[in-house]
């Protein structure tokens, strides 16, 4: 069993709005609970009547949990490799332990490439103080071909060259993929 973990995937402006949607719900999530909570000890219950049903508290608050629990994985998941008895899977993992993996078919897969794209990535919400604000970025995906180049599959993309290096290393070695230079023979 190897794995790689790679990382989230999302740019620095994007994991600031995830941090900003969790603490938003998070926020409402913890309030709906106390208050739950104090309605079902009955601290808010005034005479013959209750400011709010207990339920409505219990509801608001799974809602909230249910929110902020989709904004936590998406903050913690990160992406990665997995192999395990020579197959090869696509996987997300939380804190280091597998939580998801895709198997990938390497039927006819003989070659495995990396693509290198460079590029400037706006910033969408800063446009009004500074128009042209962006990030330089340089992606590397990692591709497995047929022997023609013709069938091509994007396995993972990553930020970092050392970690696509690895990974290249890493599928030459555990599934005798032959590393080629991207060339289509049609």
């Known amino acids: 069993m190897k ?3 790679i990382g989230t995937g999302f740019y620095l402006h994007q994991k600031i709005i995830l941090i900003l949607l969790f603490i938003a719900f998070l926020i409402p999530t913890i309030i709906s609970f106390l208050s739950a909570i104090l309605l079902i000890l009955g601290l808010f219950i005034q005479k013959g009547s209750i400011l709010i049903k207990w339920y409505h508290g219990l509801l608001l608050f799974s809602i909230f949990l249910f929110l902020s629990s989709i904004f936590f994985y998406k903050l913690t998941a990160k992406k990665g490799i997995y192999i395990k008895d020579h197959k090869l899977y696509q996987a997300k993992f939380i804190f280091g332990k597998l939580i998801r993996k895709k198997n990938v ?13 460079k590029g400037r990535y706006k910033f969408a919400w800063v446009s009004i103080a500074t ?14 071909f047929n022997e023609r180049h013709t069938d091509k599959f994007c396995l993972i993309e990553t930020f970092k060259e050392d970690i696509a290096e690895k990974i290249i290393k890493l599928l030459q070695e555990e599934l005798k993929l032959n590393y080629q230079s991207y060339n289509p023979r049609f």
Not at 105 to 117: A, I
């Open 131 to 144: 128009p042209d604000a962006s990030q330089t970025i340089q992606r590397f995906e990692i591709h497995i």
């Open 3 to 5: 794995k790689i973990i």
């Open 105 to 117: 078919d390497l039927t006819n897969k003989t070659d495995v490439s990396k693509l290198t794209f």
